[in-house]
């Protein structure tokens, strides 16, 4: 059985994403964040459920981003839409990647605005840098560092965005406990990742080809709940993309094979905490 330990999973999702970054090319299908993966799940089996989950995401204007910027997108959902940004804010990206979220954002809180995009591999973090350059923003910065341990002072962020990342941390917990502290009172977290209604079982949890997939590190949506509200986070609303008027409830009714589904997920960092 795999090694499941933390150590082993960072490992290998900064194995696959550095080798996502490395091997892109403009000439092949864009990079997804279930591609390559031995077990589709999370995906579908067929292209319709393909395109339902991963395709047409953003509904803000990308055509200004180059071709290696949106090529390269990895996500699962339109953090920036459901973050509804304003200018001046200051801005984090957990697991910016590409970039392609933080220079969506950047735009969006103009000048006088901030952005921090935070990512463990390195080659990453070099395309993000290098399509920076090309775009001309200079209200974005890439650090690099683990969403679990973010390197970012106490209460100097406004908005918390992410985009199909948190389902690959080995630890949730602490990446929603960082995410409170590095909030401002009243800051608020709007994210696009990947959740259950149902969980998998141990042998399911130590493939490691689905974990890194964007698969089976997904948590089951009333756990998921919990750990933000274990945090601090008040306001918890996780919403199905595919239905996005209606609340994912607390309580996981589902039974058998855990169902993966593309959650929109938004919660508040109370005011005098």
Same mark, same amino acid.
């Given at each position: 059985?795999?090694?499941?330990?933390?150590?082993?999973?960072?490992?290998? *999702?900064?194995? $696959?994403? &550095?080798? @996502?970054? #490395?091997?892109?090319?403009? %000439?092949?299908?864009?990079?997804?964040?279930?591609?390559?993966?031995?077990?589709?799940?999370?995906?579908?089996?067929?292209?319709?459920?393909?395109?339902?989950?991963?395709?047409?995401?953003?509904?803000?204007?990308?055509?200004?981003?180059?071709?290696?910027?949106?090529?390269?997108?990895?996500?699962?959902?339109?953090?920036?839409?459901?973050?509804?940004?304003?200018?001046?804010?200051?801005?984090?990206?957990?697991?910016?990647?590409?970039?392609?979220?933080?220079?969506?954002?950047?735009?969006?809180?103009?000048?006088?605005?901030?952005?921090?995009?935070?990512?463990?591999?390195?080659?990453?973090?070099?395309?993000?840098?290098?399509?920076?350059?090309?775009?001309?923003?200079?209200? *974005?910065?890439? $650090?690099? &560092?683990? @969403?679990? #341990?973010?390197?970012?002072? %106490?209460?100097?962020?406004?908005?918390?965005?992410?985009?199909?990342?948190?389902?690959?941390?080995?630890?949730?917990?602490?990446?929603?406990?960082?995410?409170?502290?590095?909030?401002?009172?009243?800051?608020?977290?709007?994210?696009?990742?990947?959740?259950?209604?149902?969980?998998?079982?141990?042998?399911?949890?130590?493939?490691?080809?689905?974990?890194?997939?964007?698969?089976?590190?997904?948590?089951?949506?009333?756990?998921?709940?919990?750990?933000?509200?274990?945090?601090?986070?008040?306001?918890?609303?996780?919403?199905?993309?595919?239905?996005?008027?209606?609340?994912?409830?607390?309580?996981?009714?589902?039974?058998?094979?855990?169902?993966?589904?593309?959650?929109?997920?938004?919660?508040?960092?109370?005011? &005098?905490?």
């Amino acid at each position: 059985m795999t090694d499941l330990s933390s150590e082993k999973i960072h490992e290998e *999702v900064q194995k $696959r994403y &550095g080798r @996502i970054a #490395d091997e892109f090319k403009l %000439d092949v299908q864009p990079a997804s964040c279930c591609a390559d993966t031995v077990d589709n799940t999370c995906c579908g089996n067929d292209d319709s459920q393909y395109d339902a989950l991963f395709s047409n995401l953003y509904s803000s204007d990308t055509s200004w981003l180059p071709e290696d910027v949106t090529g390269l997108s990895l996500g699962c959902g339109d953090p920036i839409t459901l973050a509804q940004l304003e200018a001046g804010q200051t801005v984090l990206d957990l697991g910016s990647g590409g970039g392609i979220d933080c220079f969506m954002a950047a735009r969006q809180v103009g000048p006088g605005g901030h952005v921090i995009g935070v990512d463990m591999t390195p080659a990453m973090l070099e395309k993000a840098r290098r399509n920076q350059e090309k775009i001309g923003l200079t209200n *974005v910065e890439f $650090r690099e &560092g683990q @969403i679990e #341990d973010l390197p970012v002072a %106490d209460e100097t962020i406004d908005v918390i965005i992410s985009n199909c990342v948190i389902n690959l941390s080995p630890d949730k917990t602490a990446v929603f406990r960082e995410a409170y502290r590095v909030l401002k009172p009243g800051g608020r977290i709007a994210v696009s990742d990947m959740v259950t209604q149902g969980h998998f079982t141990a042998a399911e949890r130590a493939n490691m080809a689905a974990w890194t997939g964007c698969i089976t590190g997904a948590e089951d949506v009333a756990v998921y709940m919990d750990m933000m509200r274990a945090a601090g986070f008040t306001e918890i609303l996780v919403r199905d993309k595919a239905a996005p008027d209606v609340a994912v409830g607390n309580v996981t009714a589902h039974t058998g094979t855990a169902k993966v589904f593309s959650a929109r997920v938004t919660a508040v960092k109370p005011q &005098g905490e």
